[in-house]
């Protein structure tokens, strides 16, 4: 199973949106409405903020959502705060019942 | 609110193996999948493995069949992941991580470890 592929940066000034890609492939993100994303800063565990494609754990902000079209899911972080600074990870369900993670996207805020 | 507590960090020769333990500090342990996802010094999360308790076996990512097992003590509540024939390239923070809600494989890690660094050097 092929790591799913996602943009090695992106950047954004405060308050402005991002948004990251997750591509994949007919067996995972194509298939299944099983994606989430995580957040990750350094030296800490990653932080779960999205699952099924677009729905938000208790307590993560709604300045975080997801939405998927075919083979790509997407992560927009709207109003950018300093603290979104992070490297995010998305993941998919696959249909060899495992779990794949994209490369990671690191997140700047100018 | 749940925690997960791993065992403290490794050094290992390679060629040799590492198990790693996982132990939630509340919550119902057989009704929950546990996972295991490595990450290499400046790399990103990589999938290795899951098990549901209540079943006994696991499920693994292609790469690591063969080389990992995935197991959880019932008794102590305690999940583990064994990987053997390390070598260099295994040297790695592993977490374990509570899949969300229940007992299914659609449900993402949710819940992470703190991490365990194993560190595979001669």
């Not at chain 1, 998927?68 to 995010?88: F, P, R, V």
């Not at chain 2, 403290?8 to 546990?34: D, I, L, Q």
């Not at chain 2, 977490?95 to 595979?120: E, F, H, M």
Request: glycine letters at 12%; proline letters at 5%.
């Amino acid at each position: 199973q092929s790591a799913l592929t996602q943009p090695a940066s992106v950047s954004g000034s405060p308050g402005q949106s991002i948004t990251i890609s997750c591509t994949g492939s007919n067996s995972d993100i194509g298939h299944y409405d099983y994606v989430s994303w995580y957040q990750q800063h350094p030296g800490e565990a990653p932080r779960f903020i999205i699952y099924d494609v677009n729905e938000r754990p208790s307590g993560v902000s709604n300045r975080f959502s997801g939405s998927k079209s075919g083979n790509t899911a997407s992560l927009t972080i709207s109003g950018l705060q300093a603290e979104d600074e992070a490297d995010y990870y998305c993941s998919s369900f696959t249909t060899t019942s495992t779990w794949v993670f994209g490369g990671g996207t690191k997140v700047t805020v100018l | 609110q749940v925690h997960l507590v791993q065992s403290g960090a490794e050094v290992k020769k390679p060629g040799s193996s590492v198990k790693v333990s996982c132990k939630p500090s509340g919550g119902a342990f057989n009704s929950y999948v546990f996972y295991w996802v490595r990450q290499a010094p400046g790399q990103g999360l990589e999938w290795m493995g899951g098990i549901m308790p209540i079943f006994g076996t696991g499920i693994y990512a292609q790469k690591f069949q063969g080389r990992v097992t995935v197991s959880a003590d019932e008794s102590t509540s305690t999940g583990y992941m064994e990987l053997n024939s390390l070598t260099f390239e295994d040297t790695a923070v592993y977490y374990c991580a509570r899949g969300k809600d229940g007992g299914s494989y659609y449900n993402p890690p949710d819940i992470w470890g703190q991490g365990t660094l194993v560190t595979v050097s001669s």
